[in-house]
Structure formats: C-alpha cells, structure tokens
C-alpha cells in the first residue's frame, strides 16, 4: 500500500517533519509513505481551475490520487489548521476538476511543544477532510504535546511515543484495507 504524507509545517526543523519522517520508517512492514511538500501550491483560488489545474496542482492532485491513504501530520497555529495546509486541502477536495480526497482513507496527527499538543487544529482538518468525502480513521486521536521533550536530534526519543506511533500505524493500515477494492 502507497500512502501520500502531508507535513502542515513548511519550517526545516518542524517537530512535525520528525514525527512524519519517524512514521515513514515504523511504516515500513505496512505500507510504504511518501511524503509531499504542500509549500509550492499557489492560493486556492476557483478562478484558476477554469480549463484545467495550475500543472503544479495537476501534479499535487495526481500523487493524491494514486495513493491508498492520506496521512496529515500538522502542528497548530493560533488554534486551528495552518493556512498552508488547508489550502492544500482546499485544492485537493475541490470539485471543480477532480475531488482526490473523495472516499480517500486519512489519519491525522500532530506535535506542538503545548501540553494539549493539536487537539483544536485536528478537529478543523478532519472536518476539512470530512467535507470533501474523505473517510478519517476516527481512533486512535494521536495529540504529541509537550513534543520538545519527546523529541530530539531530528528523531523521537520517548519510548512511549513511538509505541503510540507503532500502534496507530497498524490501525491505520487496517483502516486503509477496509476502502481498498
């Protein structure tokens, strides 16, 4: 199984970029992740799909597409979903040319040195993913708080974590097999 990841972080040393790069590797007996970076998309704007996507977007959708599953792994800016990546998901779920998020498996999970980790932002992406007919694996709900103390020299470090890492990769493998035809 292929599955697309999506870091909500464009920052080189986001704690979420480690935490995808780590699932990347727990991953491996599972299914296989290639992440994608969202920072080239232009601004979500409906007037530029009329005759087609922005080739940058077409690619975008095209990896989305042929995936088996959607794996989002953000951090919380202000509360909720960083602006970079609901415009990806605003470009990926539009149905003007093709919706890739339709019926598509997903998992999100998020790190943030705050001690409630992403809670607030996840539940705008799921809604997000919901709205665009995306089917997101409702548990385990994997908030990484206080992920500067967990986290360390580009890797997890608490055992404990990556235990939780392990176990929500099998569930969400699973969950991928349930949708695949």
């Not at 959708?61 to 415009?87: F, R």
């Given at each position: 199984?292929?599955?697309?990841?999506?870091?909500?972080?464009l920052r080189n040393n986001s704690l979420?970029?480690?935490?995808?790069?780590?699932?990347?590797?727990?991953?491996?007996?599972?299914?296989?992740?290639?992440?994608?970076?969202?920072?080239?998309?232009?601004?979500?704007?409906?007037?530029?799909?009329?005759?087609?996507?922005?080739?940058?977007?077409?690619?975008?959708?095209?990896?989305?597409?042929?995936?088996?599953?959607?794996?989002?792994?953000?951090?919380?800016?202000?509360?909720?979903?960083?602006?970079?990546?609901?415009?990806?998901?605003?470009?990926?779920?539009s149905m003007t040319n093709v919706n890739?998020?339709?019926?598509?498996?997903?998992?999100?999970?998020?790190?943030?040195?705050?001690?409630?980790?992403?809670?607030?932002?996840?539940?705008?992406?799921?809604?997000?993913?919901?709205?665009?007919?995306?089917y997101v694996l409702p548990q385990p709900?994997?908030?990484?708080?206080?992920?500067?103390?967990?986290?360390?020299?580009?890797?997890?470090?608490?055992?404990?974590?990556?235990?939780?890492?392990?176990?929500?990769?099998?569930?969400?493998?699973?969950?991928?097999?349930?949708?695949?035809?």
């Amino acid at each position: 199984m292929k599955v697309i990841g999506i870091c909500g972080s464009l920052r080189n040393n986001s704690l979420n970029k480690v935490v995808i790069n780590e699932l990347k590797e727990l991953s491996s007996d599972t299914f296989t992740v290639e992440v994608v970076s969202i920072g080239d998309l232009p601004l979500f704007n409906g007037d530029l799909e009329e005759g087609g996507d922005p080739s940058v977007v077409h690619r975008f959708k095209d990896q989305l597409a042929q995936a088996d599953g959607l794996l989002i792994v953000s951090p919380e800016y202000s509360h909720g979903v960083p602006g970079v990546l609901k415009n990806a998901l605003d470009w990926a779920g539009s149905m003007t040319n093709v919706n890739v998020l339709d019926k598509k498996p997903a998992m999100v999970i998020g790190a943030s040195p705050s001690a409630v980790g992403t809670a607030l932002s996840q539940v705008q992406i799921k809604q997000t993913l919901s709205a665009c007919g995306a089917y997101v694996l409702p548990q385990p709900e994997v908030f990484i708080g206080t992920a500067h103390e967990r986290i360390g020299d580009g890797r997890v470090t608490d055992e404990d974590t990556i235990s939780i890492l392990k176990d929500v990769n099998l569930k969400f493998s699973n969950w991928i097999k349930r949708f695949l035809h």
